[in-house]
């Protein structure tokens, strides 16, 4: 069907008209609250992904020194551990170099 534009003796639109460019601009009105609402939402979902990836990041440094540490701590005791065999064979060492002297000495 096609409108026919019914201009009255004021120049102005017919009533149908002004009918339709409300319907338009509520309709135009509408669509831009959506597309607001949905920039709004957009927003907020990517404020979270950044919060939780800054988290993430935060947990990945934290497990980063945690290593780390537990890592200077393997190689610390790793290093105690072998100083401990260390000190008991100077020990020993030191036992057999004492027998060792006296056996010469009662040979002499």
Known sequence: MQKMKNIGS???LSTEESE???ISRLAISTFQAKEEEIERRKMAVKE???LQ???AEEESRRLAQIWDEKEYKEALEAF???????????????????ESE????SRC
Not at 80 to 98: F, G, R, S, V
């Open 48 to 50: 979270k992904v950044e």
């Open 102 to 105: 006296k056996l010469q000495n």
């Open 80 to 98: 105690q551990e072998k100083n401990k065999e260390k000190t008991q064979l100077i020990a020993t060492l030191m036992e057999l170099l004492t």
């Open 10 to 12: 004021s120049g102005r």
């Open 53 to 55: 990836l800054g988290r």
């Open 20 to 22: 339709d460019e409300d």
